[in-house]
């Protein structure tokens, strides 16, 4: 009795580690499996992170692709627009006027810009018509001259029209096309002056003559060698009046021209 008890007893325990051991083993498979699950989700999601962290340069590098192409096709139109904040009033029966300037500049040169030559002739037509008012022209040019001679008006001398425009048209900054001082006659009382625009590094003679006075405040314009007036360029003239061109005085240089000595003096006098 005591000895079935001791191998029941045996059959027990032996049972009993054969459990433990299946026990273990399954808690091992098991822990295993859990660790090889969890490393497998972990590739998964660095994967998925890989994926988006890449998605996710991609479009940063299209995105930053994107905006250069933008930035270079609108800067030069934001360049231009803070470049050239100029609008001008052409009256209307001085528009064709204005486009035939335009194209005649235009025609210079290959390497003119034809929105400086449009904004020349703009600027230079609405100059001329404000002048023109301002001046009160009278008459001939000549009488008009009279007319300032005696104080009856205060500007409209020939080189009065010439420096307020080259004032005007200064203030364009224009980058193809250049201004000249242009005299003829000089020092004497039959002298004329007018500006002559040339195309960028062109010499005087091939450029456009911009003449006021001869016809009583309406602009005339034209090549400079075919004008039966032969001018000659003076720079630093040009220079001088540009220099000078924020003084309040607009005009205390002594010209001599037709009726004009008095005035000047007059002029001196009271400054």
Request: proline share 3%.
């Amino acid at each position: 009795m005591s000895l079935s008890r001791v191998e029941t007893e045996g059959a027990r325990a032996h049972r009993l580690a054969r459990l433990l051991r299946y026990t273990q083993m399954a808690t091992f498979r098991r822990r295993d499996y859990v660790t090889l699950g969890r490393t497998f989700h972990i590739n998964i999601a660095a994967a998925i992170m890989f994926l988006a962290r890449a998605s996710q340069i991609q479009s940063l590098i299209r995105l930053a692709v994107a905006l250069a192409i933008f930035t270079a096709w609108t800067r030069p139109a934001m360049a231009d627009q803070q470049q050239r904040p100029f609008s001008f009033q052409v009256p209307k029966n001085d528009s064709a006027k204005a486009k035939a300037l335009a194209d005649q500049l235009a025609a210079l040169s290959p390497r003119v810009n034809r929105e400086d030559t449009e904004l020349l002739a703009q600027c230079a037509y609405a100059t001329v018509s404000e002048l023109r008012r301002e001046y009160r022209m009278f008459g001939t040019p000549i009488f008009n001259n009279f007319l300032i001679y005696h104080g009856l008006r205060k500007r409209g001398y020939c080189y009065q029209w010439s420096e307020d425009l080259l004032v005007a048209l200064d203030k364009l900054k224009l980058t193809s096309l250049e201004l000249h001082w242009g005299e003829y006659d000089p020092g004497t009382w039959r002298e004329n002056n007018c500006i002559v625009v040339t195309a960028k590094g062109q010499p005087f003679n091939r450029g456009i003559m911009l003449e006021c006075w001869r016809h009583l405040g309406h602009l005339y314009f034209g090549p400079v060698v075919s004008d039966w007036e032969h001018y000659v360029e003076n720079s630093a003239y040009a220079h001088f009046v540009l220099g000078r061109s924020a003084a309040s005085n607009a005009s205390g240089t002594n010209h001599r021209v037709a009726f004009q000595r008095s005035i000047v003096a007059k002029r001196k006098a009271s400054d």
